[in-house]
Nanobody, 123 residues
Framework: QVQLVESGGGLVQAGGSLRLSCAVSRRTFSMYSMGWFRQAPGKERDFVAAISRLGRTTIYSESVKGRFTISRDNAKNTVYLQMNSLKPEDTAVYYC????????????????WGQGTQVTVSS
């Protein structure tokens, strides 16, 4: 059973920063891409960012490009999401997920998901 545990969410003012972490209990962590998604109330779960197995390739949604940075530490089985210049529209529950061999924004390519961490950005 693969477990993912997100942390680092909270309440922040617009323009502020947060760093999310996702710890993964998977021995073969470095063999899989990782992704971050988010879901606002009443909306679908949307792609935010993804990173390849060794971290050489990263992709972002247009809405966060230039503000968010995804990274990973394979020695710690952890993926991160650094979020800067936060906006009220970034408010959502953020989820990490394990993907396949390639970094992708396609939700159906991700199999294991965490429980999510709430990020609230006040104006």
């Amino acid at each position: 059973q693969v477990q993912l545990v997100e942390s680092g969410g909270g309440l922040v003012q617009a323009g502020g920063s947060l760093r999310l972490s996702c710890a993964v209990s998977r021995r073969t962590f470095s063999m899989y891409s990782m992704g971050w998604f988010r879901q606002a109330p009443g909306k679908e779960r949307d792609f935010v960012a993804a990173i390849s197995r060794l971290g050489r390739t990263t992709i972002y949604s247009e809405s966060v490009k230039g503000r968010f940075t995804i990274s990973r530490d394979n020695a710690k089985n952890t993926v991160y999401l650094q979020m800067n210049s936060l906006k009220p529209e970034d408010t959502a529950v953020y989820y990490c997920a394990t993907g396949g061999l390639q970094a992708t924004g396609q939700r159906e390519q991700y199999d294991y998901w965490g429980q999510g961490t709430q990020v609230t950005v006040s104006s």
